[in-house]
């Protein structure tokens, strides 16, 4: 009977420890966000529950319709898009930068982990956390809108939108040193674009330059790309926001396993 080699051996042991090692370091991610649910989960989805009854409610029976459809179907798809982009992009980096700050990153390090397994494995924690509160809340809101005109296409672009803020988180959890460094990138910069991406308003109606500088909003696209999938309503063209979005997500993913991989601002 032929006998391996010693060194093809070694390399299916290699690779053998290190899915080992990424379903490990994922699975500890993913347990972080569910044991913490009061912290990771409860909040974003009440706030988004309180959003879609105060506007979706309130708001929604003084304006009723917007472009021709149920106010609160209107906003709905901007407050996946937004529970998505926060929950994916602050568990990553707070993940990420607690591992630096408490030192056992070097646990990580030391392991027989690829730079893009790890990457990997924090971005799978923003993922189930920015993915799993989105899925909440939609179940929350099903009952009192008339559908989802697209699964495919709704699906879809959650699924970006994760992959995108996940990479993002992973970067500035990497790069920040700091507490306030990191809340300055949540709360000053995903934040507003969130809010101002035409989530709660049709962006048609703006006047100038309102209207011009939201098409510079990145999450802008996504979120009528979002809204084009559940209630078929869109103003910008459908496959150029998934293409632009597909494109930042493997961008940032790699821009995210390179900063990984040079090794700088991991360690002290």
């Known amino acids: 009977m032929a006998t391996v ?16 090692g990424t379903a490990a370091l994922s699975g500890r991610e993913v347990r972080r966000v569910t044991k913490l649910w009061t912290q990771t989960i409860l909040p974003p989805v009440v706030t988004a529950v309180l ?13 009723r319709q917007v472009s021709g459809i149920q106010y609160l179907w209107f906003i709905l798809p901007g407050l996946l898009v937004t529970t998505v982009s926060g929950q994916a992009f602050a568990n990553a980096s707070t993940s990420l ?15 027989p982990l690829r730079s893009a397994e790890v990457v990997l494995s924090y971005m799978i924690g923003g993922l189930y956390r920015g993915w799993i509160t989105a899925a909440i809340v939609g179940a929350c809101a099903l009952p009192f809108v008339p559908g ?17 803020f996940s ?16 809340a300055f990138i949540a709360a000053l910069i995903i934040a507003p674009l969130a809010l101002l991406g035409g989530v709660f308003y049709n962006v048609e109606t703006l006047s100038e330059p309102w209207r011009t500088l939201t098409m510079f909003d990145p999450i802008y696209y996504l979120v009528d790309a979002e809204r084009a999938g559940i209630t078929g309503l869109h103003e910008s063209a459908v496959w ?3 293409l632009v979005a597909a494109v930042v997500a493997v961008a940032v993913t790699l821009w995210a396993i390179r900063m990984f991989r040079t090794g700088r601002r991991l360690r002290p």
């Open 5 to 20: 080699p010693d060194s093809r051996l070694g390399e299916a042991e290699l690779r053998a420890a290190s899915r080992r």
């Open 51 to 63: 959003f879609m009854a105060v506007f979706g409610g309130a708001l929604g029976g003084e304006l």
């Open 97 to 111: 930068y607690q591992a630096r700050n408490e030192g056992y990153i070097d646990d990580v390090l030391s392991s």
């Open 148 to 164: 989802v005109d697209n699964w495919a296409l709704a699906i879809l672009v959650l699924v970006l939108t994760g992959i995108v």
């Open 167 to 182: 990479a993002l988180g992973v970067i500035t959890g990497i790069w920040a040193d700091s507490f306030d460094q990191q």
């Open 240 to 242: 150029l926001s998934v």
